[in-house]
């Protein structure tokens, strides 16, 4: 079983910053491909980015694409999801999610991808 735990949201002004935190635990972090998702009020969980067990491989929506970029550090369990120039579209719970890749260092982009979800964190930019 893993757990996740996020941290690092808040309450940013557009054009700002923040950088996410992702703590893993219950499993070997290298073998996890991890994943971010966000859900704002009223719409759909959507996918942010991905991050392959490897770190050699990343995905973002195209929305974040030269804004957002994701990275981990196997040793202390944490992926990371720095987000730069916010927006208020950028405005939701931010979650991160985890699955076993021991076989295929790849990304993955649909929720149904994953397993094991944080209980997410909540970003509001305002203008």
């Known amino acids: 079983q893993v757990q996740l735990a996020e941290s690092g949201g808040g309450l940013v002004q557009v054009g700002g910053s923040l950088r996410l935190s992702c703590l893993a635990s219950?499993?070997?972090?290298?073998?996890?491909?991890m994943g971010w998702f966000r859900q704002a009020p009223g719409k759909e969980r959507q996918f942010v980015a991905a991050?392959?067990?490897?770190?050699?491989?990343?995905s973002f929506v195209d929305s974040v694409k030269g804004r957002f970029s994701i990275s981990r550090d196997n040793a202390e369990n944490t992926v990371y999801l720095q987000m730069s120039a916010l927006r208020p579209e950028d405005t939701a719970v931010y979650y991160c999610?985890?699955?076993?890749?021991?076989?295929?260092?790849?990304?993955?982009?649909?929720?149904?991808?994953?397993?094991?979800w944080g209980q997410g964190t909540q970003v509001t930019v305002s203008s």
């Open positions: 991050i392959s067990r490897s770190a050699v491989y990343t």
């Open positions: 219950g499993s070997t972090f290298s073998s996890l491909a």
């Open positions: 999610a985890a699955r076993v890749a021991s076989l295929q260092d790849s990304t993955y982009t649909a929720g149904n991808d994953y397993v094991y």
